[in-house]
């Protein structure tokens, strides 16, 4: 197994899972300050930001810190290999968070972009770094390692078989998008039955004194927003004491606010009073009382 | 070219290799898709939840689900031929993904379990303010076990999705991760892809792994943290290679120091396990050595090095970062010493719970705790036959025995129930094994003994059905409780089954008009939604504030003491229950005095006091500021 041939693959992933890494990265970092509310830029930020945090950290630090096993378990190299590249990416973004606290920025998106790849690549140069080490030890006899992960002991040898029983076959397809459909479907099913799931019916009123600074005291905010599921037409009554100081008929989309400010309760009691859509609605209060900064 | 078939099809004899893949193909697949099959009746189930339809069919269709997407695990790996390598990690982790699925579907659009709402508030204040352990009025413990939220930010800033979305990849990917750790730890130890996979299996039944365990909450990552570091010491304990000296202990101290930043009692369990371990391989080692026989390196010291590590890394982040842990942890642990030694001292305990629920359940619980006590035994009896030459098999039989004290413990000691399905979480992983082990020893002796094909496949489906059996116990036990297990029926101040519109809309009106950190008296649901979406300072412990028609002096003094500044009144406390065995607020321990339902009058007497102000009125939920400057404790 050993030629020189060996020698540009042992490096050959690295370069490839740093290049990857780089990509994401700006990716991430581009998305981020070009893509506005753009949905070619949202779903690149997906496609490039998973990655970048699920896969890459965890894959560079399984190359690191698990170059080269045996398996007599005989446990599948692909739930290792899967286990160890997103758990120790979970691992690595705990620990990565903890330092970039120390940091006057802290986490922000640049922050972690910037952490995790250089995470990642850091990894990949101790890994490179460690071969390197590994190979002038041995006399560069052997490849530095017989696979670019550990993991790759049993596929190695899976590698000997022809490629073409390698393949899934058409059974497995079969099954495999049966699965799809029917899981898909259920979660189709859950998620259209929960959005379309009886709403409740209200409307909300609130009277609220200005905040403490100057250029709010004296005055009050009188606010209503429509939580109906559809538009509605809603009468709103305003009295100072026993006065009817202000009415306001009103017309609110679903999911509408409306607000106004008043002049504060100065000796009298504020009360409004709300009536909604539909027949047989019941009225809504708010109170302030006259000492009520 | 034996050595190639084995590392490929595992265990199984046909000639064949070509037919044997193809056999593989279909068994996996059918499971599959049978098991697809019971998520998606889950989901029909609920779906007439949410329609409005309740009642003993969909509850039994739920339940046929339940069934649906256990049964092919269960008969795969119980039948005679037995899985391969593949398919029995094909299984666990499709069961895995499969009873996440469940839990995902119960609240697909939004956060449903009252937990995962206080884990929004840790993150959201982390995205705010771009740092570590802020203010979490809600569970104020949680900052200081930033794993979690610093995941959960981490995917936020770099993908822009939502919290919701990058939660449920993160607790779907955590579920996942827990399954595959505990594969591999069971498969290393006990050398058999079956008895992995039924240990894997027996463990998805436990109580919260399906749900609870599952949800967007610290444990969830912390756990799938607790089962690496277990696969990580493992091969810590074998003799390590001559070049690779190091790497070994850096991956387990990553992994540890990443569970002790996740979750308190996780940390403290992994590090009670690894001292554990360390003790049992010592004290293996010791008797050998006294023996005379092989002295093989069996790792003691290694372990015991990464237990001192973990115990090491526990107290300096309790010591230095998250001291208020103690004040957390401390009224449970109280209350659980307390029946602890009433229990020993034979003193009747007032406090003591029972399980509670429609009869099935009741009966599936008793099943339950029957079947794994008897399990354990023998497990015990197996592994000490087979596997006592191996000293983590023998510390997951000693391990097991904590189910006794668990049983004994949940109903001598108040929150006995809570505290015995919290223990579950971790008791199981040893439980699970020893259980596998008996059930593999049952199904071997009911092969051999089989004078008939259909005999011993009818064992087979009996063996089967014990496990079906402690599924349902588990479920029956496990979470949400049995008046919420279909959604859509509102119940107010129910744990799911009370998050709703209106009190979702208080909450985010009081964020945005009233501003954050405002004292604030709830019942249960309004408690958890404005302490969360509200970021309110919401107030525990002053439930008599609702429970006279006038107020008092006394309320005016707890109302003074704790600093109360908003008073939430729900009038649906007024018209409806609260859930079975429970009460309308967060303490959930309602004096005995107290009105269920709450009297109207209760509610609206606020109103009538001077100088208050009604400030915010949605129907149903009114806003009291209660008058006069309150200053906090």
Redesign the interface.
Same mark, same amino acid.
């Given at each position: 197994m050993r030629n020189d041939s060996v020698r540009p693959t042992v490096s050959r992933d690295l370069v490839i899972t740093a290049g990857i890494t780089v990509l994401c990265a700006g990716l991430v970092a581009l998305a981020h300050t070009v893509a506005g509310q753009s949905p070619v830029w949202t779903v690149i930020a997906i496609l490039a930001g998973l990655p970048l945090a699920l896969v890459l950290p965890g894959h560079a630090l399984t190359m690191l810190l698990l170059p080269r096993r045996t398996e007599p378990a005989r446990i599948p190299p692909l739930l290792l290999q899967g286990m160890w590249t997103v758990g120790l990416s979970l691992a690595a973004m705990v620990m990565c968070g903890l330092l970039l606290n120390l940091i006057p920025v802290g986490l922000t998106s640049t922050s972690w972009t910037v952490g995790l790849a250089v995470l990642t690549l850091g990894a990949l140069a101790g890994t490179g770094a460690a071969r390197v080490r590994e190979s002038v030890k041995r006399g560069a006899r052997r490849p530095a390692v017989s696979a670019p992960t550990g993991v790759r002991t049993v596929s190695a040898r899976s590698a000997e078989l022809p490629a073409a029983r390698r393949r899934p076959t058409l059974a497995a397809a079969c099954y495999g998008i049966a699965v799809l459909v029917v899981a898909g479907t259920a979660v189709g099913l859950a998620h259209s039955s929960a959005a379309g799931q009886p709403n409740s019916h209200f409307a909300q009123l609130w009277l609220v004194p200005g905040k403490a600074d100057p250029a709010s005291a004296g005055q009050a905010t009188l606010g209503v927003r429509n939580d109906y599921p559809e538009s509605g037409h809603f009468h709103v009554t305003l009295r100072r004491g026993t006065a009817v100081a202000a009415t306001w008929d009103l017309t609110l989309q679903t999911g509408q606010t409306w607000h106004t400010t008043v002049p504060s309760a100065r000796g009298n009691t504020l009360k409004a009073t709300l009536t909604g859509p539909g027949p047989g609605a019941r009225s809504q209060v708010v109170v302030l009382n006259p000492d009520t900064p | 070219m034996t050595?190639?078939i084995?590392?490929?099809t595992?265990e199984l004899s046909r000639p064949t290799r070509?037919l044997r893949?193809?056999g593989n193909?279909?068994r996996?697949?059918?499971a599959?898709?049978v098991? @697809?099959?019971g998520?998606?009746v889950?989901?029909?189930a609920? @779906?007439a939840g949410?329609?409005?339809a309740s009642g003993q069919p969909w509850t039994g269709a739920y339940w046929i689900g339940e069934v649906l997407l256990f049964g092919p695990v269960v008969w795969r790996l119980l039948c005679r031929k037995g899985p391969s390598?593949?398919e029995a990690?094909g299984l666990v982790?499709g069961l895995a993904g499969g009873t996440y699925?469940v839990k995902?579907?119960y609240?697909?659009?939004r956060f449903g379990f009252p937990d995962e709402f206080q884990h929004w508030r840790s993150t959201t204040t982390?995205l705010e303010?771009?740092?570590?352990?802020g203010v979490n009025h809600l569970l104020p413990v949680s900052p200081a076990y930033?794993?979690l939220q610093?995941?959960t930010?981490?995917?936020v800033?770099?993908?822009?999705?939502p919290i919701f979305a990058a939660g449920m990849?993160?607790a779907g990917?955590?579920h996942?991760?827990l399954a595959?750790?505990l594969?591999?730890v069971f498969?290393?130890v006990s050398?058999s @892809?079956r008895a992995a996979g039924l240990a894997c299996t027996i463990y998805a039944v436990n109580p919260h792994f399906q749900v609870f365990d599952a949800i967007f909450g610290y444990q969830t990552?912390a756990l799938?943290?607790l089962g690496?570091a277990l696969?990580a010491a493992l091969a810590l304990a074998k003799p390590p290679?001559r070049?690779?000296r190091i790497?070994?202990w850096?991956?387990a101290a990553?992994?540890v120091?990443?569970t002790v930043?996740?979750h308190h009692i996780t940390s403290y369990v992994l590090a009670g396990t690894l001292i554990l371990l360390a003790c049992f391989v010592s004290a293996y080692r010791h008797r050998r050595n006294r023996r005379g026989a092989d002295l093989r390196d069996t790792g003691a010291a290694r372990l015991g090095v990464l237990a001192g590590i973990t115990v090491g890394m526990v107290g300096l982040w309790l010591g230095l970062i998250a001291p208020l842990t103690v004040q957390y942890l401390e009224p449970t642990a109280r209350h659980f010493f307390a029946g602890l030694a009433n229990t020993l001292t034979a003193q009747a305990s007032d406090s003591g719970t029972t399980p509670t629920g429609p009869l099935p359940d009741l009966m599936a619980n008793y099943a339950t705790a029957i079947l794994i006590g008897l399990g354990v035994l023998a497990g015990w009896r197996h592994i000490w036959r087979t596997q006592r030459h191996h000293v983590w098999a023998l510390a997951f039989a000693v391990s097991a025995v904590g189910y006794y004290v668990i049983l004994i413990l949940r109903l001598a000691t108040p929150d006995g129930a809570e505290i015995a399905g919290r223990s579950l979480t971790y008791l199981y992983i040893p439980i699970g094994y020893t259980l596998a082990m008996a059930l593999v020893w049952l199904s071997q002796i009911s092969w051999r003994r089989a004078r008939h094909a259909a005999l011993g496949r009818a064992q087979t489906v009996l063996a089967g059905s014990v496990v079906i059996l402690l599924l349902f116990g588990g479920i029956a036990a496990g979470w949400p409780p049995y008046w919420e297990r279909l959604?859509?029926h509102y119940i107010v101040d129910g744990f799911e089954s009370g998050i709703?519109?209106?009190s979702t809309?208080?909450a985010k009106?009081a964020a945005s008009?009233?501003g954050p950190d405002h004292r604030v008296a709830a019942d249960f649901t309004n408690y958890i939604l404005l302490g969360s979406y509200g970021d309110q300072d919401v107030v525990r412990g002053v439930n008599q504030l609702y429970y006279h028609p006038t107020y008092t002096g006394a309320d005016a003094e707890l109302a003074r003491q704790d600093a109360v500044t908003y008073v939430v009144v729900d009038l649906r406390t007024s018209r409806y229950k609260p859930p079975p065995a429970q009460g309308y607020f967060p303490a959930r321990s309602t004096s005995p005095n107290a009105p269920v339902p709450i009297p109207r009058a209760n509610l609206l007497k606020f109103?009538n006091l001077?100088?208050?102000?009604?400030?915010?009125?949605?129907?149903?939920i009114i806003l009291y500021?209660l008058?006069g400057t309150h200053h906090a404790k």
């Open positions: - | 050595q190639l084995e590392s490929f595992g070509e893949r193809t193909t279909h996996i697949g059918l599959a898709v098991m @697809a099959l998520v998606l889950i989901s029909l609920y @779906a949410r329609g409005g390598e593949y990690a982790l699925l995902y579907l609240s697909p659009l982390l303010s771009h740092h570590l352990f930033p794993g610093e995941v930010s981490a995917l800033t770099t993908t822009g999705l990849i993160i990917l955590a996942l991760l595959a750790s594969y591999v498969r290393r050398g @892809a990552l799938a943290f690496l696969v290679e070049e690779n790497r070994p850096v991956l990553v992994l120091a990443a930043v996740t959604p859509g709703n519109d209106q809309a208080v009106w008009t009233l109103g001077p100088g208050a102000d009604r400030v915010y009125d949605s129907g149903d500021k008058p």
